[in-house]
């Protein structure tokens, strides 16, 4: 079973400039994360969906961030601007349904970003 | 809100011996989810082992397992026979029943020596 892909897996950018991140998640799975895991610390949810949806995105800096879903498959993270603050690795999970026991959240290999 | 502490920012173990690597939390919640994750230098976070809160047997899998203590609020992780290859980033998480949102402690750096 393929896991969850992530490209890229390195960004380079100014700051002020522009980004965007994908991610595919395991096939059959109807919820998608995004985390940020600034260096010397636990990742940090951004925003889940469930298909399409958005269930939580309490903690996404809405004036630069923004994410989305289509048809409840792949998803995309973007940046714009970007501050120097936004350096981090920025991790997808995905889990089959929401409710144990299928909750278990499989990770990415993540991107890591650096913005100069 | 919840928070999740580990208060070991790093360990070391010989290969073959034993390590406990320690996590407490904070929650008003009676039923919630604990998690231990591993993230090698590859940074794909690997599931560990899960404890759910009402249960009061502790989670083994394999070489790893827990001691839940529930009214301490304390979940810490035993690897036994240590080898290379647990060398990594051991995160601690914990999710609320019905929220599928998980909150990370810090991390403990575990180095194996040979």
């Known amino acids: 079973e393929a896991g969850v892909a992530q490209s890229p897996r390195y960004k380079i950018i100014e700051k002020r400039q522009s980004v965007a991140f994908w991610c595919n998640p395991i096939?059959?799975?109807?919820?998608l994360y995004w985390y940020q895991q600034i260096l010397g610390q636990g990742p940090k949810l951004l925003i889940q969906f469930q298909n399409n949806g958005v269930v939580d995105d309490s903690q996404l800096p809405k004036d630069r961030f923004s994410a989305e879903r289509l048809k409840g498959v792949d998803s995309t993270l973007k940046i714009q601007p970007a501050k120097l603050e936004d350096s981090a690795v920025y991790l997808c999970?995905?889990?089959?349904?929401?409710?144990?026991?299928?909750?278990?959240?499989?990770f990415g290999p993540g991107t890591r970003l650096t913005v100069l | 809100a919840q928070t999740v502490t580990q208060s070991q920012p790093e360990m070391s173990v010989q290969e073959a011996e034993t390590v406990t690597l320690s996590c407490t939390y904070d929650?008003?919640?009676?039923?919630?989810?604990l998690f231990w994750y591993k993230q090698p230098p590859s940074r794909q976070m690997i599931l560990v082992i899960r404890q759910e809160a009402y249960k009061q047997q502790n989670a083994t899998e394999n070489r790893f397992s827990v001691n839940f203590q529930k009214a301490a609020k304390s979940f810490s992780l035993k690897i036994s026979d240590s080898q290379l290859g647990d060398a990594a980033m051991y995160f601690c998480a914990y999710k609320t029943f019905g929220n599928e949102k998980l909150t990370f402690g810090t991390g403990t750096r575990l180095t194996i020596i040979p």
């Open positions: 096939s059959g799975h109807a919820t």
């Open positions: 999970a995905s889990s089959l349904r929401i409710g144990p026991p299928a909750d278990t959240q499989y």
């Open positions: 929650t008003s919640e009676s039923d919630y989810y």
